[in-house]
Each structure stands twice: as C-alpha cells, then as structure tokens.
C-alpha cells in the first residue's frame, strides 16, 4: 500500500510543469461566466430549489455535455504522454512495480484531474448562486449527487481512453477520436434509447437528474444511471488492465 | 561452485514466424562484467527486454539470482538496474526531478541522487529540463537512473551510444569499478569488440538470434593468438610428413598454417623438415586481431 502511494506521488511529479493544470480550472471558469450571465426574469421562479436547477441546467450544458469528456480523454492521454515519448515505458517497467499497480496508479491521476475539475465546478455554482443572491437555504444532496454521479460517469470513459491512450502511441489521435465522439452528444441526448448506453453522454445525462428532478421526472434516475456507469466501467477497466499486462514494451 | 546471476535455459523470442533469437543459453556469474556482442539485429535488445521481464519469452526460461523472473518479478526488478536501447527520461523536468521520479518508487534516500548524478558527472546540469540535453548528458542521466537504486546487477544495452570519446572512457571506468567496488554484476550490451574488451571478463557474441560464443576474454585472445604460417621449398611434400608426425597443417597457396603455435612444435615441426632436406624459407606468425576473430565469428555461416 505505501509503495502504491510513492508511485501515485512520482505519477503526480510528472504532471509538475505541465499545462494539464490549467485544463482543470477551464470549465468550471466558463461555467462561472454562463451562470453569471442568466437572467431570471423573464421566467416567474421563486423557489431557490428551482432557482438553483435553472442556474445549474444552464451553467452545465457545455461543462457536463462538451467539457467534461474531452477533458477527460486529454487528461488520459496526458498521463501516457511522456512514457510513449522517448521509450518511457521500458523504464517504467523495469522498476519494481506491477502492471496493474501502475494501470491503478495512472487512473487515480486521471480521476483526480476530473475531481478537481467537479469540485471547482461546485465552487463556480454556488459563486453565480451567491452573485444571484440565491438563498444557501436548499436541499443540497440532489446537486452534490449530480455533480459526484457526472463525475463517477466519467470514469468509464476515462478507463477506454486510458485503454486507448496506452495502446496507441500518439497523443493526438486518441484525443481526436474522443472529441469526434462528443460531438453527437448533442444530438443523442434526443434519443432515449441510445443516450443511456452512449459512454460519452453519461456525465451530461447524471448531471441533468439534478435539474430534471426538479422539473420533471422522466429523465432516468441516477441509480438507474450508475448501473450503466458500473456496467461499462468494469468492462473498459478490465479490457485496459488485461491489455496493459500482456503489452510488449 | 559457480553461482550464476543470469541464467537462460533455451530462451527464443519469435516475432511473425522468425526467429529473432533462438535456443539462447547464457551463464553470467556475479561479480562479473559480461560483453554481449552482436551486429546490428543480432538480438541483443530483444534478449535484454526479455531479461527484463519487457516482452514475454516464446519458448524458454529466465532466472535472475537463481529465482524465475516469471515468478519473482518485482523482487528481482528492485536488484536491477537498467537501461535499454536509448535513455528515456521526461524532457520537461530537471534531471533531479527525473530521479526523484524513480526515487519515489524504489525508495531510496534523497541524498542518493546527488550521488548517482556525480557519478555520471551531471551534478552542474541538475537543475536544467532535461529536453535541452544533449544525446550524452541523456545518456548519464539514463545510467544516473540505472544506479539510482544500489542494483547488484547492471544491464546496459549500448550505453555509450552518442556518448564523446572522454564520455566513453568514464563510462569504461565507472564500468569496470563496479564488480570491484560495489560487487555488482554488469551485463552491457555492445556491436564492438573494442568497447568491452577492456572491461569485460565474459563475452557472449550473438549472431542472427543465437549465441555463437561464450566465454572469458582470455580464451577468445587465446583464439586470436594466430597462426603460424611456413614457406618451404617442396609444400606438398612437408605436408605428407607433418601428417605423418601428427602435426596439423594446412595448405593455403604455397605456404603451410599452422593453427598451434606453442614452441615446442614449432621446434619440432622445423627440426623434421629440415633433417628432410626441406628449403625453409620463412616462418612467420600471422596475429589475428581479436575484431578480426570477432568479425570471423559474427560473420560466419552468414546466410544470403
Ligand atoms: N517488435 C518486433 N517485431 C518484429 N520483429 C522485431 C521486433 N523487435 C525486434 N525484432 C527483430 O528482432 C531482431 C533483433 O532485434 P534487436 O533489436 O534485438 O537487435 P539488436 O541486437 O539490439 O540490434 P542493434 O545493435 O541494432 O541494437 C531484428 O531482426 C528485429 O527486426
Ligand atoms: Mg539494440
């Protein structure tokens, strides 16, 4: 266990100097300036609840639909960067830790980036809340468990890209593909058969049982959500784990 | 009783139906610094990667400090120190925090890295990313990472690639120190003769995927001591009669070679063809260089 955290420590030391830091706070600033932006006057909301849905609704549209995935396909692709420069996987490998432990160790940092990104997010809605002079005085567990359900959402995505990104030498093309496949997101959130099951989607989706909670309640539940979450994780998490050990580096 | 640190029994690694190296049988013993030579796409990465536990054998077994490298892995990685092909280091941080990397998870003391970069003689140029490196700085910082964790063993393919030649010389000498000082063992991987003939005990030569020789440096100059070449009157005649005294010759043009050249059967072989009548014109020894046996071996049964 105490070697596990030396070796998230050195993943983290790789990850100093670099620009990654500033993709994290990218979207939560954007959503800070959308949510600073909304008008509720033209819509007869008095409730802080409601209030709050229509603030998030709109602060996390491109956050949850655009950002959150290709950010987390770029942070993927950035913990292998350096290794599939300059042959930094014979190196790896070579030092006493197991394959998995490392797999382990690339993915926490991955998730971490994507928790930050959440956890700035949360701090940008209840500063547009504040800005609002929207009342603190809410029912806050459906907004935390959106934001934390987006955020477990995005680990199945982060598993294949990090099963992408460890198989394919280029940095570039993982990421282009990923961006390629958000894309649709705007179109397959249309679909209520194909956007429960479309890995892209699923961060936007559980963000949006916050504000569809409060509206209506059609949209799928979050436990509904995390069984699909679970689901597709476990098979990209264990196709990238059974990949990465027989790899030949 | 020899107590090999390496120990391959039939190791083959087959890439799409060819071999690219086959049946390989190699003893290193502690203590010692083993030359593994070979031309270009001999083998010898391919074999390092597979010592390494970096690619898998197809056929074969590896045991590192008498215990199975598929079995023992991390244990037998933390006793190693290594450096494959070229360096890999992470450009957009410092020397230091290269190490520091690899630190973390071999847990070592810091103080450590000052060491190995004073070793490899990069203490000036710690603190600079190393992406403004250039290919021989890359080079020590890569053998600074190979020493980083005290190893008992040392496998270093090419390390004096790219490096000037006062580079190599330290090297060589940090090199040669490390059986005597530390009691590692060094496994360095090289396409020249000349760079481990100085440091080397053992050479192994890999030729197309299969080891073709193995042994101590002594008894390759032992094979390279050369021969001695005869120009007599009447060839064919001497023949007969050093035939006829169990000496073993051979013709090659008018003159006779002879592959033994202790004294006593010079002096012999001399003392019959002259009570013969022979006219001895010249007795000369032909010194093999040990590149040229090297380039003989290598070169051997080289197919089309
Ligand atoms: N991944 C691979 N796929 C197919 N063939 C390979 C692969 N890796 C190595 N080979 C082949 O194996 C042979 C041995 O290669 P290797 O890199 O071990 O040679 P080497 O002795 O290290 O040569 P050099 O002195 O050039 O470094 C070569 O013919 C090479 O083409
Ligand atoms: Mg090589």
Redo the contacts with the bound molecule.
């Keep these: 266990m105490k070697s596990f955290v030396r070796l998230v420590a050195s993943e983290r030391l790789k990850l100093s100097k670099s620009f990654i830091w500033l993709l994290v706070p990218l979207s939560p600033l954007l959503a800070l300036a959308i949510g600073l932006l909304v008008s509720f006057d033209s819509y007869d909301i008095s409730e802080s609840q409601a209030k709050y849905a229509m603030l998030v609704s709109a602060m996390s549209s491109f956050h949850s639909m655009l950002f959150l995935p290709i950010l987390t396909g770029i942070f993927s692709a950035f913990v292998c960067r350096y290794e599939h420069g300059s042959g930094g996987w014979k190196q790896l490998l070579t030092l006493p830790i197991s394959r998995t432990a490392l797999y382990c160790a690339k993915f926490i940092v991955v998730a971490t980036l994507i928790a930050l990104t959440q956890l700035l997010f949360f701090g940008a809605v209840c500063l547009a809340g504040a800005y609002h002079g929207i009342s603190f005085d809410i029912e806050w567990a459906p907004l935390l468990m959106a934001i934390g359900g987006s955020f477990l959402a995005c680990l199945p995505l982060a598993a294949l890209q990090l099963l992408v990104s460890v198989s394919w030498s280029s940095f570039a093309a993982p990421l282009a593909i990923n961006v390629m496949l958000t894309i649709p997101n705007i179109l397959v959130l249309n679909s209520a058969k194909i956007a429960p099951f479309y890995p892209w989607a699923q961060p936007m989706l559980t963000m949006l049982t916050f504000s569809n909670d409060s509206f209506n309640g059609s949209a799928p539940t979050i436990s509904n959500m995390l069984i699909t979450i679970a689901g597709s994780f476990f098979v990209f998490w264990a196709a990238g784990l059974l990949y990465f050990n027989r790899k030949e580096v | 009783m020899n107590e090999w640190v390496i120990e391959t029994k039939g190791l083959s690694k087959r890439?799409?139906g060819r071999y690219?190296v086959s049946n390989l049988n190699l003893k290193i013993a502690r203590g010692d610094i083993y030359g593994f030579l070979?031309p270009?796409?001999?083998?010898?990465?391919?074999t390092i990667r597979m010592l390494l536990g970096l690619i898998k054998p197809s056929n074969g077994s590896v045991h590192i400090f008498g215990k199975a490298l598929n079995k023992d892995k991390l244990s037998i990685l933390r006793r190693i120190g290594s450096l494959v092909e070229y360096p890999s280091y992470y450009g957009h941080l410092s020397a230091v925090d290269n190490l520091e990397a690899i630190r973390r998870i071999l847990d070592v003391p810091t103080a450590r890295i000052a060491e190995v970069l004073d070793i490899v003689g990069l203490a000036k140029e710690a603190r600079r990313p190393v992406k403004g490196f250039s290919l021989g700085m890359k080079q020590r910082l890569g053998i600074a990472s190979a020493l980083l964790g005290n190893p008992e063993l040392l496998m270093l393919d090419?390390p004096t690639n790219g490096l000037d030649p006062s580079g190599i010389l330290e090297i060589r000498e940090l090199i040669k120190q490390m059986p005597k000082q530390h009691g590692i063992t060094v496994l360095i991987s090289s396409?020249l003769l000349s760079e481990v003939e100085l440091t080397a005990g053992t050479v192994g030569i890999i030729r197309q995927g299969e080891l073709v020789f193995q042994d101590t440096i002594e008894n390759l100059h032992q094979q390279a001591k050369g021969s001695i070449s005869l120009s007599v009157s009447e060839p064919e005649l001497a023949m007969t009669l050093l035939k006829e005294h169990g000496i073993n010759a051979i013709m090659n043009d008018s003159s006779i070679l002879l592959e033994q050249t202790n004294n006593e059967t010079i002096a012999r072989m001399v003392k019959r063809l002259v009570e013969r009548d022979h006219s001895i014109y010249r007795v000369e020894e032909k010194r093999k260089s040990l590149e040229d046996l090297f380039l003989q071996i290598v070169g051997e049964g080289k197919r089309a």
């Design positions: 890439y799409k690219a070979g270009n796409g001999a083998g010898k990465t391919t090419e396409h």
